[in-house]
């Protein structure tokens, strides 16, 4: 039995962000199989092709639909398990699932990742996808596996959507891996790390050198209303020891010669003690990286010992998950047990010691008002970030969020699991909900108005840095400041639309 893990080729909006990145969750599976003794190979289809630009504004990473195929016919896999990242990443997901079925029906195709796990029963759904891995998968896909050479008992798989007489079956997720260190560090060699290495593209804002992810627990135990790691990961905190991290960290750095690592934990600094020691460790082992936590980490959990660590560790960032300026918001709705004094505490921690604080921030939660966008815009302008992401919230299936905004009514379920997949709802860029407190187009003159404070305080803060980093950025934020000025909140926002349309063609 052959198996070919695929991370299928995709498209994206250009101004998305990202584009292919080290496939670390197959790269575990890979792990899982070899150990297992199952014959395993992988094709990162999203690396083998160039990017191309379309006529939609968007771009194309990878293989053509006739190249996938050939090389899939090269490969002549008996089974293809397909990683699905992001909710946006499934319609790639769906018609590599197409062309494997178009070479062999009798080819078994398997899919996992956040949206499988989601939306396991509309994934499973479609004919083209005959199983879905829910939540984490090294042993329930091994599992999976062994029972096409059993009894196929596919009942007994925990975590597991799968057809049966034409009715999808769905196998609840209920046990997670409790010892990490039990499982295998990522298989870096069967994705061929080097080729990524190689691509020296900015990484969340980290720089352009020799990057690679890094995961060292899953989890996180916090409950905020719209995040949907419980539903992938399970509720409980579980880690790997500081000593199986910076193994992991010290075999990046000497075998391959990485020197910037992104931390893509749920929670990196939850358990500050953990924490420390790991800093404390990558310190006197005198390991040369810089790193950052893409992810987020919870402001709470922080402080001023913390941070002096984590700067002398090489710690150039920290993206700082604190929603909203508005306590209601923030602690009442959103559940973040966050007080207004440790965010202010905090941040000026980090630029005392150089490190970059970057801001996530979550706008038009049920409850938002003119009043505490206004008091997000005071955040902003106070504390300086490096970086701001404004994220509109979205219901995402698993999440208490969507719950309640299916219990008010404010998404139908059978019409929103198609709109979810759309590319700017999958990254949390477009309305998807109305209240009775806000329609859209105030969700996108409040994103806006948040936007113009965050550039503001850049060109007041940091001119000559802003300059030299990105010359075209910065003639954005001057143009968006000077209009808002100008013509005011309404007009320029207006006229920003317009040319932003006129760019996306």
Same mark, same amino acid.
């Given at each position: 039995?052959?198996?070919?893990?695929?991370? +299928?080729?995709?498209?994206?909006?250009?101004? @998305?962000?990202?584009?292919?990145? !080290?496939?670390?969750?197959?790269?575990?599976?890979?792990?899982?199989?070899?150990?297992?003794?199952? %014959?395993?190979?992988?094709? %990162?289809?999203?690396?083998?092709?160039?990017?191309?630009?379309?006529?939609?504004?968007?771009?194309?990473?990878?293989?053509?639909?006739?190249?996938?195929?050939?090389?899939?016919?090269?490969?002549?896999?008996?089974?293809?398990?397909?990683?699905?990242?992001?909710?946006?990443?499934?319609?790639?997901?769906?018609?590599?699932?197409?062309?494997?079925?178009?070479?062999?029906?009798? /080819?078994?195709?398997?899919?996992?990742?956040?949206?499988?796990?989601?939306?396991?029963?509309?994934?499973?759904?479609?004919?083209?996808?005959?199983?879905?891995?829910?939540?984490?998968?090294?042993?329930?896909?091994?599992?999976?596996?062994?029972? !096409?050479?059993?009894?196929?008992?596919?009942?007994?798989?925990?975590?597991?959507?799968?057809?049966?007489?034409?009715?999808?079956?769905?196998?609840?997720?209920?046990?997670?891996?409790?010892?990490?260190?039990?499982?295998?560090?990522?298989?870096?060699?069967?994705?061929?790390?080097?080729?990524?290495?190689?691509?020296?593209?900015?990484?969340?804002?980290?720089?352009?050198?020799?990057?690679?992810?890094?995961?060292?627990?899953?989890?996180?135990?916090?409950?905020?209303?719209?995040?949907? /790691?419980?539903?992938?990961?399970?509720? @409980?905190?579980?880690?790997?020891? +500081?000593?199986?991290?910076?193994?992991?960290?010290?075999?990046?750095?000497?075998?391959?010669?990485?020197?910037?690592?992104?931390?893509?934990?749920?929670?990196?600094?939850?358990?500050?003690?953990?924490?420390?020691?790991?800093?404390?460790?990558?310190?006197?082992?005198?390991?040369?990286?810089?790193?950052?936590?893409?992810?987020?980490?919870?402001?709470?959990?922080?402080?001023?010992?913390?941070?002096?660590?984590?700067?002398?560790?090489?710690?150039?960032?920290?993206?700082?998950?604190?929603?909203?300026? %508005?306590?209601?918001?923030?602690?009442?709705?959103?559940?973040?047990?966050?007080?207004?004094? $440790?965010?202010?505490?905090?941040?000026?921690?980090?630029?005392?010691?150089?490190?970059?604080?970057?801001?996530?921030?979550?706008?038009?939660?049920?409850?938002?008002?003119?009043?505490?966008?206004?008091?997000?815009?005071?955040?902003?302008?106070?504390?300086?970030?490096?970086?701001?992401?404004?994220?509109?919230?979205?219901?995402?299936?698993?999440?208490?969020?969507?719950?309640?905004?299916?219990?008010?009514?404010? /998404?139908? +379920? %059978?019409?929103?699991?198609?709109? !979810?997949?759309?590319?700017?709802?999958?990254?949390?860029?477009?309305?998807?909900?109305?209240?009775?407190?806000?329609?859209?187009?105030?969700?996108?003159?409040?994103?806006?108005?948040?936007?113009? @404070?965050?550039?503001?305080?850049?060109?007041?803060?940091?001119?000559?840095?802003?300059?030299?980093?990105?010359?075209?950025?910065?003639?954005?934020?001057?143009?968006?400041?000077?209009?808002?000025?100008?013509?005011?909140?309404?007009?320029?926002?207006?006229?920003?639309? $317009?040319?932003?349309?006129?760019?996306?063609?």
């Amino acid at each position: 039995m052959r198996v070919l893990l695929l991370n +299928p080729p995709f498209e994206t909006p250009k101004h @998305a962000g990202l584009g292919v990145t !080290f496939p670390l969750g197959l790269a575990y599976l890979a792990s899982a199989l070899d150990k297992a003794g199952i %014959d395993v190979v992988a094709l %990162d289809a999203a690396l083998e092709g160039p990017r191309e630009a379309t006529q939609r504004g968007t771009f194309n990473y990878g293989l053509s639909p006739e190249q996938l195929k050939n090389r899939m016919e090269q490969i002549k896999p008996d089974i293809v398990g397909m990683g699905c990242f992001f909710s946006s990443r499934f319609p790639a997901v769906l018609q590599a699932a197409r062309i494997v079925k178009s070479i062999d029906t009798k /080819i078994i195709t398997v899919t996992g990742g956040i949206h499988p796990t989601l939306m396991p029963e509309k994934v499973c759904a479609y004919p083209e996808l005959d199983f879905a891995i829910i939540g984490e998968g090294e042993e329930s896909f091994v599992r999976l596996l062994k029972e !096409f050479d059993g009894s196929r008992d596919f009942d007994s798989v925990d975590g597991l959507a799968f057809k049966r007489d034409g009715q999808v079956v769905i196998n609840a997720k209920r046990l997670f891996i409790e010892d990490l260190d039990a499982i295998r560090s990522p298989s870096w060699d069967i994705f061929h790390l080097e080729r990524y290495l190689d691509l020296h593209e900015e990484r969340w804002g980290l720089g352009r050198g020799r990057y690679a992810p890094v995961i060292t627990s899953r989890g996180c135990p916090y409950r905020c209303t719209f995040c949907s /790691i419980h539903s992938v990961m399970g509720c @409980a905190y579980r880690v790997h020891s +500081p000593a199986r991290v910076l193994h992991e960290i010290e075999t990046l750095v000497s075998r391959y010669d990485v020197d910037e690592i992104s931390f893509e934990d749920d929670n990196l600094t939850y358990d500050k003690d953990r924490f420390i020691q790991i800093c404390k460790g990558i310190v006197e082992k005198k390991i040369g990286i810089k790193w950052n936590t893409p992810n987020g980490v919870h402001v709470g959990s922080l402080d001023e010992e913390a941070l002096a660590w984590a700067k002398e560790a090489g710690c150039d960032s920290l993206n700082l998950g604190i929603e909203s300026g %508005d306590d209601h918001i923030r602690n009442h709705v959103i559940k973040k047990g966050l007080r207004h004094d $440790k965010i202010y505490e905090v941040v000026s921690a980090c630029h005392r010691l150089g490190i970059k604080p970057n801001a996530y921030f979550v706008i038009a939660m049920p409850g938002e008002t003119d009043s505490s966008i206004n008091k997000t815009k005071k955040y902003i302008k106070d504390l300086r970030f490096n970086n701001l992401s404004l994220f509109i919230a979205t219901p995402t299936p698993g999440t208490k969020f969507y719950d309640d905004c299916v219990a008010k009514g404010y /998404i139908k +379920p %059978d019409l929103y699991e198609d709109e !979810f997949i759309d590319f700017e709802a999958a990254i949390f860029v477009q309305p998807s909900i109305e209240t009775p407190g806000f329609d859209r187009a105030r969700v996108e003159l409040w994103r806006y108005r948040l936007l113009e @404070a965050y550039y503001e305080s850049c060109l007041r803060g940091g001119f000559c840095r802003w300059l030299i980093k990105s010359p075209r950025h910065w003639l954005g934020m001057i143009l968006t400041v000077a209009l808002y000025k100008i013509l005011g909140e309404k007009l320029s926002f207006s006229a920003i639309r $317009k040319m932003q349309k006129v760019i996306r063609g």
